[in-house]
């Protein structure tokens, strides 16, 4: 026998591989579904790339590559057994077969036992080879195989590449010696006992101080009193005091220089009467929440509307994702996604071409990936309600625990994140930023055919006006997501948000527990014009004047997306430049009418500004930096001092005071939050070196000089996928020196020379070359504007509201996010893997809000009466 399984591999020897470092075993997870070892069919590797391929599509890739020889897995999963005393019975078969197998399904492992199987099966004939046998096999398969089964999970090789190192044990922590002198630490109303800052406080471990921790450049805000009372002392180990939690808390070791691991961390905070357990609580998710910030509670319940008895749900569309750990902003925005039309049918509709046509290694493929997700979401696959026969059972058990297993995201999210240093992490993102990384995602991998972005892109007109000589500039630009502040000043509680404010001052200086927090009620109709509330423009330079002034700018709607994205500006930076969440309440509307918001162009009696650029600077140019006294640049050297004194860099503020023009520590603050991540930030001032462009930019074909840069091929992708042209996105980029927000800019400023007459007609008659959008009374793409500029889905401003995410928690780099999408005329809410009914959507809570159109029919048969709920803009 072992003769002839020699002979029948010999073959297909060639293509037989062991794992080297660096290869990626796909033992857990089908690369074109969810289909693992548990699945009815198991999974099939491929012994030559290591893939992972369920009963469905093993044949596609036998069919493409001629690769035949497969491991076939299959887990056999079941309840334990139990004994007389009602006790499991421990057992567990073949338990070194899959080794670090990670698996789609969530069951408690001291209720199930599960077997393993494992053979070679060699196609078109299927001919199966069970494992191990290690006799009759060739010695090259028995180690290729024995690789394959104790390969470690095909994720864990990217691990390495988050920002997380490993923490070392302070060789201080056992012999920690502590003074008995009788301090005792409040649990709230902290401040340095140096200089009274509230925040970055650290609690010396050994005499019970708390003292400011020092300023960093790149975070950690305060006066270093913690470092100076170590330099006096000696005492080593210190805790940062707002992040002590039950499993533990940040510890720093002055003598060793770096955060530390104390084991004993319970211990000695109990020395100054700190009780760790009564630091924080956690919620039924295992998200933890603040003990002094109460209404982060009632947040967390009102969000997930815990309390309440929710039915769940099941079924095509009401499948949840997994949770793979700080991943809940992956799976919210994903699921709202896939509940838009577009996104289904360039994905799900088209998921047997995407298939048939996916590379080599489909893992690696953008459209792929997506294709599965959607796939796994809408067919209903994985949402499975229990079966008659389980809910007697369980009613029997006087239990109920039957939960859909979902998806998870976790091939996707990391193709996603490839190269990206926050969500390739493991760490929480910020949910909105996550949604315009893969809307950008979409657009690269959709260059010729079928945008699903489309939906969301619209364009902006911005009317900057020069405040001395009262002339104007109309500009467009692309954008998917609308920003809206939540302004403090016009909360309809305000008298009760300033009593708040006088207890909690008040508890704070008697070092005495706060008051009941009091949530900001903030009308949506305010924000919205806080939104369209005039900005001032930083660093503006008056073409008019020919020098920097004052400028404001406005915004409005060139267009109406199909799908609109509102965003709440909940996050703030506190004094450590970490994101802070204010805590408001918005009514948010069902429905939104828009379109009083529609731009209107140059308007009769306005002067535009002069078509001309700014002197260029040449950094590189330093021939002659002592130009004498008269050139000198005018610098105010008290504003450059004020900022420096917050621990910038000095010629870092001096070139912010300068290409601000003087006008003062906020202006010249905005600058260097803009700037403080370019190489040459630090660097000294250099006088520019001054060309005249002559009268107009129009006099050259590209507006400035070309700088002889060859533009990324990404960012040609990224215009190109917008509708422009090849040359003409080249042109725009070297034009730019290739900043891709300024290209789009020129785009509009340059279009085509080369256009048809009718479009010159246009341009000729009406403001920046683009067609009136008030003429469109339905969703259509503006035709002629794939060779003119971007493609958008213009229509009427009216909108219904069908998803929102909501955030809960202190900042974006914790908490949880779920979402609530509107389906068949009822709001479910997707948390994780749990998918129910809501009771209570709470839009009042929500962080990113999704509208959709409205036709003009649909306007009159859905809009409720009741103006309330109906907002007009």
């Given at each position: ?7 029948l ?7 037989i ?7 990626r ?35 596609r ?25 009602g ?7 073949n ?10 399904r ?71 010696r502590?003074l ?6 409040p ?5 340095c ?30 006066n270093?009193h913690?470092?100076?009372?170590y330099?006096?002392t ?7 005091m ?10 720093y ?12 961390i ?20 295992g998200h ?18 815990s309390?309440?008895?929710l ?19 992956v799976g ?12 289904q ?17 489909p ?24 079966m008659?026969?389980e809910?007697?059972?369980?009613v ?6 039957h939960q859909?297993k979902?998806?998870?995201p ?13 969500f ?14 893969v809307?950008n ?10 945008n ?8 902006v ?7 001395q000589?009262?002339?104007v ?10 920003q809206?502040p ?5 909360a ?19 070092m ?7 949530r900001a009620?903030?009308?949506?109709t ?12 930083p ?29 709440i ?14 805590d408001?309440?918005i ?5 939104l ?11 009769a ?13 040449l ?12 050139d ?25 005071v300068y290409?601000?023009g ?9 600058w ?6 370019e ?13 005249d462009?002559g ?7 590209l507006?400035?000089p070309?700088l002889?840069?060859s ?10 996928s ?7 996105s ?6 730019t ?15 085509e020379?080369e ?33 003119a ?26 908490g949880?996010y ?6 068949e ?9 749990k ?5 209570r959507?709470p ?15 649909s306007?009159?048969?859905?809009v409720?009466p009741n103006?309330l ?5």
């Amino acid at each position: 026998m072992a003769a002839d399984l020699g002979e029948l591999l010999v073959p297909y020897m060639p293509t037989i591989r062991v794992p080297r470092t660096g290869d990626r075993v796909f033992k857990s997870e089908c690369a074109f579904s969810f289909d693992s070892p548990e699945s009815e069919g198991g999974l099939y590797v491929c012994m030559n790339t290591f893939l992972g391929f369920g009963r469905e599509h093993v044949e596609r890739h036998y069919r493409k590559t001629g690769q035949s020889v497969y491991m076939h897995l299959k887990r056999h999963v079941k309840e334990r057994n139990t004994g007389a005393a009602g006790c499991a019975i421990p057992r567990r078969k073949n338990g070194k077969v899959f080794l670090d197998l990670e698996l789609n399904r969530d069951f408690n492992g001291e209720d199930f036992e599960y077997e393993d199987e494992a053979k070679l099966v060699i196609f078109p004939d299927h001919f199966e080879i069970p494992l191990p046998n290690i006799e009759e096999l060739p010695a090259l398969v028995t180690i290729a195989c024995d690789a394959v089964l104790n390969a470690p999970s095909a994720y864990k090789k990217q691990e390495p590449e988050s920002w997380d190192e490993e923490i070392q044990v302070s060789r201080h922590a056992r012999s920690l010696r502590q003074l008995d002198n009788g301090v005792r630490i409040p649990p709230s109303g902290w401040k340095c006992q140096k200089c009274e800052m509230r925040e970055n406080l650290w609690l010396n471990l050994t005499d019970g101080t708390v003292l400011c921790g020092k300023w960093f450049f790149d975070g950690s805000g305060g006066n270093g009193h913690a470092l100076v009372h170590y330099k006096e002392t000696k005492y080593p180990l210190a805790v940062k005091m707002d992040t002590i939690t039950p499993d533990g808390a940040d510890v720093y070791s002055f003598e060793e220089e770096e955060a530390v691991l104390d084991p004993h961390i319970s211990d000695h905070l109990s020395h100054f009467e700190i009780d760790m357990l009564q630091m924080q609580t956690k919620t039924e998710n295992g998200h933890h929440t603040e003990n002094n910030s109460r209404p982060r509670v009632s947040e967390w319940e009102v969000i997930q509307e815990s309390g309440m008895k929710l039915k769940a749900v099941f079924g095509s569309g009401y499948t949840g994702i997994k949770n793979l750990g700080n991943s809940c902003y992956v799976g919210t925005v994903i699921q709202v996604l896939f509940s838009i039309p577009d996104f289904q049918r360039m994905y799900v509709g088209n998921l047997q071409r995407i298939f048939d046509y996916s590379p080599l290694d489909p893992s690696q493929d953008f459209a792929t990936q997506m294709a599965k997700l959607g796939h796994g979401l809408l067919s209903g696959l994985y949402s499975k309600p229990p079966m008659k026969s389980e809910l007697i059972e369980q009613v029997m058990k006087e239990e109920y625990k039957h939960q859909q297993k979902g998806v998870s995201p976790r091939m996707m999210k990391s193709l996603i994140s490839r190269g990206h240093p926050e969500f390739s992490s493991t760490r929480q993102q910020d949910a909105q930023e996550f949604l315009l990384h893969v809307i950008n995602m979409v657009e690269r991998n959709s260059a010729g055919s079928e945008n699903p972005s489309d939906a969301f892109r619209f364009l902006v007109e911005e009317r900057i006006q020069c405040c001395q000589s009262r002339r104007v500039r109309y500009n467009q630009r692309v954008d998917y997501c609308i920003q809206l502040p939540a302004p403090f000043e016009a909360a309809t509680n305000r008298e009760e948000l300033l009593a708040y404010g006088a207890k909690r001052r008040e508890a704070e200086e008697n070092m005495r527990a706060p008051p009941e927090p009091v949530r900001a009620r903030i009308p949506f109709t305010a924000c919205l014009q806080a939104f369209t509330e005039p900005d001032n423009v930083p660093d503006f330079w008056s073409s008019a004047l020919q020098a920097k002034s004052a400028g404001v700018k406005t915004s409005r709607f060139a267009t109406f997306p199909e799908y609109l994205i509102l965003q709440i500006k909940k996050f703030t930076f506190g004094v450590d430049w970490v994101p802070k969440k204010i805590d408001v309440a918005i009514d948010v509307p069902d429905f939104l009418d828009l379109s009083r918001m529609r731009a209107t162009g140059l308007q009769a009696g306005e002067q535009e500004l002069p078509d001309l650029l700014p002197p260029i600077v040449l950094a590189e140019d330093t021939r002659d930096n002592s130009m004498g006294s008269a050139d000198s640049p005018e610098i105010d050297e008290a504003a450059a001092m004020q900022l420096a004194e917050m621990g910038f860099p000095v010629e870092a503020c001096r070139k912010a005071v300068y290409y601000t023009g003087n006008m003062g520590p906020e202006m010249a603050f905005n600058w260097i939050i803009a700037h403080m991540e370019e190489p040459d930030f630090a660097e000294p001032l250099t006088l520019p070196s001054m060309i005249d462009l002559g009268p107009s930019i129009s006099d050259s074909p590209l507006g400035a000089p070309p700088l002889g840069n060859s533009p990324p091929e990404e960012s040609i992708a990224i215009l190109t996928s917008m509708g422009f042209p090849r040359t003409h996105s080249i042109q725009a980029l070297k034009a730019t020196n290739n900043n891709l927000e300024r290209a789009l800019d020129w785009i509009f400023i340059h279009p085509e020379e080369e256009e048809s007459d009718v479009l010159s007609d246009m341009a000729a008659t009406e403001p920046n070359g683009f067609s009136n959008a008030n003429s469109h009374s339905n969703s259509t793409v503006s035709p002629d504007r794939e060779a003119a500029g971007p493609r958008v889905k213009d229509g009427p401003g009216r909108y219904e509201l069908f998803a929102f995410i909501s955030h809960m928690g202190a900042s974006t780099m914790s908490g949880h996010y779920v979402c609530h999408i509107k389906k068949e005329g009822r709001w479910v809410i997707y948390n994780d893997h749990k998918v129910c009914l809501s009771e209570r959507p709470p839009k009042d809570l929500g962080y990113i809000y999704f509208y959709h159109r409205l036709s003009s029919s649909s306007t009159k048969d859905t809009v409720p009466p009741n103006p309330l709920r109906h907002a007009t803009f």
